[in-house]
């Protein structure tokens, strides 16, 4: 069997490259489809130069032209696709406060971005997963949707439509042995500076976890490791929460 290859959406910054390194570890080969080519150039080189395989496909998720063109570019290279990562999202850039002062603009962005480029980009690349009778999706919530944060109404809604979202395609993709599984991180620190009042959140976050210290990338990366490879065959419609125990369902 030639590589598997993995698409991981959002992956030149953050948990996404984060994932895509692991990913090329494991032995896959790697898609950065990312808005920012910059960053998902960057983060090619970083994996190619350690001897793995990757490509960065300039992509926005929201936009369906753009997400069918990135699918046919990985079928003409790689001629499948073995494991899509719905990794990309608004986050940081999102205004925070109480719910009244956000805009139906703004919550529409959020649901754009954070749902409906998941769901585009399922869409585009079902069809190819279906022709080998494999796949896994692994969708990214957050336990914000466990814990309703105040001030993030808008994230958070989309992070508990995730939820959802990944239990309805379980149900429908599984007869094609595809799995959909869905991660929630708590509060992770990544290469990308957020901030003084990020740092005061953070403080707070860590108080309430049972490991108390910072949750960073490479506590995610085994299990989207585990959700993408054979090992986890029969695991669909699930949400794993990697979060040091700062709430349990
Ligand atoms: N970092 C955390 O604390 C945390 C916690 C819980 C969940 N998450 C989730 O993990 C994922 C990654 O978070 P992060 O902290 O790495 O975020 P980030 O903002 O650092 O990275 C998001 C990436 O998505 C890309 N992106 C944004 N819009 C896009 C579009 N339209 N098309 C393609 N790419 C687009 C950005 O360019 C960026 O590279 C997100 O889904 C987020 O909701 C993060």
Request: proline fraction near 0%.
């Given at each position: 069997m030639s590589q598997r290859v993995a698409i991981i959406t959002g992956g030149g910054r953050g948990l996404g490259r984060a994932f895509a390194k692991r990913l090329a570890e494991d032995g896959k080969t790697v898609i950065i489809a990312e808005i920012d080519q910059e960053n998902a150039l960057k983060v090619k080189e970083e994996i190619i130069s350690n001897g793995y395989k990757a490509y960065a496909i300039k992509t926005d998720v929201t936009d369906e032209f753009s997400v069918k063109q990135m699918v046919e570019e990985v079928c003409a290279a790689?001629?499948?696709?073995d494991i899509l990562v719905n990794n990309a999202a608004l986050l940081g850039t999102l205004k925070r406060g109480p719910f009244e002062e956000i805009t139906v603009d703004e919550f529409e962005l959020a649901m754009r971005v954070n749902v409906t480029g998941s769901f585009i980009v399922t869409k585009a690349v079902i069809e190819v997963m279906r022709k080998t009778s494999w796949g896994r999706i692994i969708n990214m919530s957050s336990d914000t949707a466990l814990n309703g944060n105040p001030g993030f109404l808008h994230y958070v809604t989309t992070k508990g439509a995730i939820v959802s979202m990944t239990r309805a395609l379980a149900r429908e993709v599984g007869p094609n042995n595809i799995t959909v599984n869905a991660i929630q991180p708590g509060l992770t620190e990544t290469e990308v500076e957020r901030g003084e009042e990020r740092k005061e959140l953070a403080k707070k976050v860590i108080s309430a976890q049972c490991i108390p210290r910072q949750e960073i990338p490479d506590d995610l990366v085994g299990a989207i490791s585990f959700l993408a490879s054979e090992d986890s065959d029969f695991i669909t419609g699930q949400t794993i929460a990697v979060n040091g125990g700062i709430s349990f369902r």
């Open positions: 790689c001629g499948r696709i």
